[in-house]
């Protein structure tokens, strides 16, 4: 059964600092996506990673993915208080099309 | 070009009511999915529908049904509602064997649906 896991869970942080959330997958899967989740609102895709080695950034986050480890990060550089939101990890099992598994998510609380 | 819509916006019910919430894919698109998301929780996968057929089924009770209309719209069913089926309800759109681009699911706006 695929699994997803992110930690931390909650992280609250000071604007201008950097940080790293982290995803682990439990079993092969070929594609892995991050969205952002504002409270109510639906879920905003920011990046989708197909293969190992994987890199994509936009503003301040950048993404990677490690498919080796099972592992893709979700960086943030020089936070800033509009990117307090819950971010979500997911992933599709190898065959495409298939469900999307989602983590717990990481509710992230950027302090001015 | 309308994206993923979704209606209604809130619902409310008491236990024991049967519930019908819709979705009207993005344009071109011909794959619905349907997502359950509890309180603080992540989306929970409740059915995938395409071609007017269930394609695949998460870990949900026979009380949760769906179709597809030939318009690729879809609806989702509840029966018997207790009160653990309050949630955000989210439908999500894709094109299978599309080119795949940035967003391969587009995700609606949802359903708060609450069960009194």
């Known amino acids: 059964e695929l699994k997803v896991e992110q930690n931390p869970l909650f992280l609250s942080m000071q604007e201008g600092k950097n940080y790293t959330i982290y995803c682990n997958y439990s079993t092969t899967s070929d594609r892995l996506y991050w969205y952002r989740q504002d409270p109510g609102k639906s879920l905003e895709s920011l990046f989708v990673l197909l293969s190992n080695g994987a890199v994509k950034q936009e503003g301040r986050l950048m993404a990677s993915l490690d498919t080796k480890a099972r592992l893709s990060t979700l960086h943030i550089t020089a936070a800033v208080h509009d990117l307090s939101a819950t971010y979500f990890c997911?992933?599709?099992?190898?065959?495409?099309?298939?469900?999307?598994?989602f983590g717990k998510g990481t509710r992230l609380h950027i302090l001015p | 070009d309308a994206g993923v819509t979704q209606s209604p916006t809130h619902l409310i019910k008491t236990r024991g009511q049967q519930v019908t919430l819709r979705c009207s894919p993005k344009s071109g698109h011909d794959t619905v999915s349907w997502y359950q998301q509890a309180l603080g929780q992540g989306p929970q996968f409740i059915f995938q529908y395409y071609e007017e057929e269930e394609r695949q089924r998460g870990n949900f009770p026979d009380r949760f049904s769906g179709h597809q209309f030939p318009n690729y719209s879809s609806e989702l069913n509840v029966n018997a509602l207790l009160l653990g089926d309050s949630a955000l309800y989210l439908c999500a759109s894709s094109l299978i064997g599309g080119t795949f681009d940035r967003d391969t699911q587009y995700f609606g706006p949802g359903t708060r649906l609450t069960v009194l």
């Open positions: 997911a992933v599709t099992k190898v065959n495409r099309d298939d469900k999307i598994i």
